[in-house]
């Protein structure tokens, strides 16, 4: 579970989760990843993107070391969803020819 403290800027509109459990620390709530991202893309686009800059703003102050800790979580995450045959894999030709067509 990750612990997602929430900015009085959209705690509003994040009440309405029926899946939280309110930690003792800060007000936030405690949740999974995919409730987490379920939610985020229930905001309005404006909501959304103010959350985009403020995630990407604090990646910006992540150490070199927390930047290669973070892709190999991604890429653990990634592997178990192939071995457990939620995902398919894609070919790398494949990707070439999508994001070619993309760039069109």
């Not at 409730?35 to 992540?62: G, K, W, Y």
Request: charge should be negative; aromatic fraction near 2%.
């Amino acid at each position: 579970m990750a612990r997602i403290p929430l900015s009085e800027e959209i705690k509003p509109n994040i009440c309405i989760i029926s899946c939280r459990e309110p930690t003792h620390e800060n007000g936030g709530y405690i949740m999974n990843m995919e409730t987490l991202e379920n939610e985020m893309l229930r905001l309005s686009p404006e909501e959304r993107a103010h959350l985009a800059r403020s995630l990407l703003v604090s990646l910006e102050s992540l150490t070199e070391d927390e930047v290669s800790r973070s892709w190999l979580a991604e890429a653990d995450r990634r592997a178990r969803e192939l071995d457990r045959g939620d995902v398919r894999p894609v070919s790398a030709e494949t990707v070439r020819e999508k994001a070619r067509g993309l760039l069109r």
